[in-house]
């Protein structure tokens, strides 16, 4: 049997999502993520609260 739910069903059972505190861009945690905690729209870094646009513009990088 398969069971479907829906994401915010999913983001219940995991709550791994992170919700950047700028722009309200939200996430999940990827494991092999170097930084989890960078928000991938505005560099905004939830952990140390400061942004880091070097650490932003290395993961845009890494998607040429
Ligand atoms: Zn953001």
């Given at each position: ?53 070097k ?10």
């Amino acid at each position: 049997m398969k069971i479907i739910i829906t994401e915010r069903q999913a983001d219940k059972l995991f709550g791994d999502k992170i919700v950047c505190k700028k722009c309200d861009h939200s996430w999940k945690i990827r494991k092999n993520d170097d930084h989890p905690f960078i928000c991938n729209i505005c560099g905004w870094d939830q952990k140390v609260k400061r942004y880091k646009n070097k650490e932003l513009l290395k993961f845009w990088k890494s998607y040429e």
